[in-house]
């Protein structure tokens, strides 16, 4: 099993910022894709940010240029820098790990959900 963890939430003014982290646990030895999501009560979960073991990164189109995700392999842990925040940025941000190995000669499998941290952002 795996476990993430997420911190760093809370209450910031806009164009302040916040630094998000997730850290995965269990019987871990790699995981493929880490990723950052977000929900805001009535809509869909939407994705925030996600990096690949091999560094290859992608946002969503209301977050590039204010958002980075980076990842430290060593310890399974997914960051998110998040810049020039705007109240549209309110919401819940959940940590996603996708693909993981529980030793070298396993494969890649599962979907992780960390439990949620809450950011919002008051104007």
């Known amino acids: 099993q795996v476990q993430l963890v997420e911190s760093g939430g809370g209450l910031v003014q806009a164009g302040r910022s916040l630094r998000l982290s997730c850290t995965a646990s269990?019987?871990?030895?790699?995981?493929?894709?880490l990723g950052w999501y977000r929900q805001v009560p009535g809509k869909q979960r939407e994705l925030v940010a996600l990096i690949t073991s091999g560094g290859s990164t992608n946002y969503g189109d209301s977050m590039k240029g204010r958002f980075t995700i980076s990842r430290d392999n060593d310890k399974n842990t997914v960051y998110l820098q998040m810049n020039s925040l705007k109240p549209e940025d309110t919401a819940v941000y959940y940590c996603?790990?996708?693909?993981?190995?529980?030793?070298?000669?396993?494969?890649?499998?599962?979907?992780?959900w960390g439990q949620g941290t809450q950011v919002t952002v008051s104007s």
């Open positions: 996603n790990a996708n693909g993981v190995a529980s030793s070298r000669w396993s494969a890649r499998r599962g979907d992780y």
């Open positions: 269990g019987s871990i030895f790699s995981i493929n894709a």
